[in-house]
């Protein structure tokens, strides 16, 4: 308990100003036949396809 740091002040973070996000990273393995239908699924959720290069 001593190594705790006293709050001196703190906020509430509305709604209004503020951002709220969701992550998931999703690997897929994919054969060449399923790739397009793979990349219009992740297009079509605002997902990008970060590939290794």
Same mark, same amino acid.
């Not at 002040?9 to 793979?38: Q, Y």
């Given at each position: &308990?001593?190594?705790? $740091?006293? /709050? $001196? @002040?703190? +906020? =509430? @973070?509305?709604? @209004?100003?503020? /951002?709220? %996000? *969701?992550?998931?990273? $999703?690997? &897929?393995? /994919?054969? %060449?036949? *399923? %790739?397009? #239908?793979?990349?219009? !699924? !992740? =297009?079509? +959720?605002?997902?990008? #396809?970060? %590939?290794? #290069?």
């Amino acid at each position: &308990m001593n190594k705790l $740091i006293d /709050v $001196i @002040h703190c +906020f =509430e @973070h509305t709604p @209004h100003d503020s /951002v709220v %996000r *969701e992550l998931v990273l $999703i690997k &897929m393995l /994919v054969g %060449r036949d *399923e %790739r397009t #239908d793979a990349l219009q !699924i !992740i =297009e079509h +959720f605002g997902g990008k #396809d970060h %590939r290794p #290069d």
